[in-house]
């Protein structure tokens, strides 16, 4: 079992907070290529703080910095849920409670949508 020494533990606390710091526009694009992978604003805001990078030092949301690729994760979540109840009961066309679900689920996305502001398809 190898101990560290409180000097050591304290170096590499010192190496973590000694990270450069990003210019605006390398922030950006680190928040757009994380955007790319298809995180939510939560999780990249989540990812950069891991990393070192604190997202209040820099001017502008993530969400506003996303622009298109931002898609609202309460809308995600409830899109992803319809369509898991919807594969369902098209294998199931006698489970009344599935396509009960189906149709509060979709009630609820439709509100969600009205509520941001965005078309409903």
Same mark, same amino acid.
């Given at each position: 079992?190898? +101990?560290? +020494? @409180?000097? %050591? &533990?304290? &170096?590499? #606390?010192?190496?973590?907070?000694?990270?450069?710091?990003? +210019?605006?526009?390398?922030?950006?694009?680190? #928040?757009?290529?994380?955007?790319? %992978?298809?995180? +939510?604003?939560? @999780?990249? /805001?989540?990812?950069?703080?891991? %990393? /070192?990078?604190?997202?209040?030092? =820099?001017?502008?949301?993530?969400?506003?910095?996303?622009?298109?690729? =931002? @898609?609202?994760?309460?809308?995600?979540? #409830?899109? !992803?849920?319809? %369509?898991?109840?919807?594969?369902?009961?098209?294998?199931?066309?006698?489970?009344?409670? !599935? @396509?009960?679900?189906?149709?509060?689920?979709? &009630?609820?996305?439709?509100?969600?949508?009205? =509520?941001?502001?965005?078309?409903?398809?």
């Amino acid at each position: 079992m190898v +101990t560290e +020494t @409180k000097e %050591e &533990s304290k &170096s590499k #606390v010192k190496k973590m907070k000694e990270k450069k710091k990003l +210019t605006q526009k390398e922030f950006e694009e680190k #928040v757009r290529e994380f955007g790319k %992978e298809g995180l +939510t604003s939560e @999780k990249i /805001g989540q990812k950069l703080r891991d %990393e /070192g990078i604190h997202p209040k030092e =820099y001017t502008g949301k993530i969400s506003k910095i996303l622009g298109e690729l =931002y @898609k609202n994760p309460d809308l995600k979540n #409830v899109e !992803a849920k319809l %369509e898991k109840v919807k594969t369902h009961s098209k294998k199931h066309k006698q489970d009344k409670r !599935a @396509k009960r679900e189906k149709d509060r689920i979709f &009630s609820q996305l439709r509100k969600l949508k009205k =509520y941001f502001g965005i078309e409903i398809k």
